[in-house]
């Protein structure tokens, strides 16, 4: 008999122990898979501090979500592939570093959400039909580069008021965003009487002999726009000093790394706000009708050794508008 109640009561462990679970009991998470598609290296490549952000948000790495990194560096002609990659192991957000990289990422799906965490113009990128509604599958957060340039240019004359000629270091990478920056370039240089001197820039190899191009056209300063850029920040810079030329940077990495100013949107700010637009679409919004933000928080950020071994003396109004001094 007791062998009788012994099977019975497994019988009905078996039976009911893995029925419905009670109302408030702990469900397995869903492991989700975020690709991240990006032409910066190094720093702004961001993975950690994205991870991060949604761990703000209360989302676990490894129980709640994995990320698939892919970074590029120039030249970016894999960009497809590594778009179509991320498409096939069916990821499911696509976050964006770069208008070039959302611009692939959009070519390789229109179902999968995009979320762009650092870009340019969507609207004028043929991501989104406007900010307000992007109406397709990509949304996020946009730097809007080109109103940045002119604001760059001011502060560069404002720091090196005897600027006349100003090389423009134009990374490969920047295609989609090439003309507008241009556009408002040209409009602010007229304001400031300024000649610009345009130079497209392909591979960092590239760079001994751009500067020799800026001698040549007697540029006084120089403007540097571009990720390409940034993975050999130290290389410019080193140039940059050779020739006693103020620069202007659009991160403040390479002010870090010796360079004169930068002015730019916060990074950290975009980041974050994109890892909410994630969480929220991860919980099923559609980013059709997810408004993509615009920058609110820029950062300037100058390096006073820099401007004293230029023979540079910084305005004190400019001095109390920097949110960061490198002594």
């Not at 679970?21 to 469900?27: D, F, I, S, T, Y």
């Not at 720093?43 to 698939?68: K, M, N, S, T, W």
Request: aromatic share 6%; no cysteine.
């Amino acid at each position: 008999m007791r062998l009788v109640a012994l099977a019975l009561v497994l019988v009905l462990l078996v039976t009911f122990g893995s029925g419905p679970q009670p109302a408030g009991a702990e469900q397995p998470a869903k492991l989700r898979r975020i690709g991240l598609l990006s032409i910066f290296g190094g720093p702004l490549a961001a993975q950690g501090e994205f991870a991060r952000a949604l761990g703000d948000l209360g989302y676990v790495e490894g129980r709640d979500f994995v990320i698939e990194p892919r970074y590029l560096r120039n030249p970016y002609d894999q960009l497809p592939a590594v778009a179509a990659e991320l498409v096939r192991h069916k990821v499911d957000v696509i976050v964006t570093l770069g208008t070039a990289a959302a611009q692939a990422a959009r070519r390789a799906t229109s179902t999968i959400p995009i979320v762009m965490m650092i870009g340019g113009d969507p609207v004028g990128a043929g991501l989104a039909t406007s900010l307000a509604r992007p109406g397709g599958n990509v949304t996020g957060v946009s730097l809007m580069a080109p109103e940045l340039a002119a604001k760059r240019l001011e502060l560069l004359k404002e720091i090196a008021p005897r600027t006349t000629r100003v090389g423009v270091l134009l990374g490969s990478e920047i295609q989609p965003l090439r003309e507008p920056v241009l556009g408002s370039l040209n409009a602010a240089a007229a304001a400031l009487g300024v000649e610009l001197h345009p130079i497209d820039v392909r591979v960092a190899d590239e760079l001994p002999q751009t500067f020799a191009r800026l001698g040549a056209a007697r540029a006084d300063a120089i403007f540097v726009f571009g990720a390409l850029f940034l993975e050999h920040k130290e290389r410019l810079v080193e140039l940059a000093h050779k020739r006693r030329l103020p620069a202007v940077f659009f991160v403040s990495d390479f002010v870090d790394a010796g360079g004169l100013m930068s002015f730019g949107a916060s990074y950290a700010d975009a980041i974050r706000r994109a890892a909410i637009y994630v969480g929220k679409i991860l919980k099923g919004a559609r980013p059709g009708d997810l408004p993509i933000e615009q920058a609110v928080r820029f950062e300037l950020v100058l390096n006073l050794g820099t401007a004293k071994s230029l023979g540079l003396t910084v305005p004190q109004a400019l001095l109390l508008r920097a949110d960061r001094v490198i002594e």
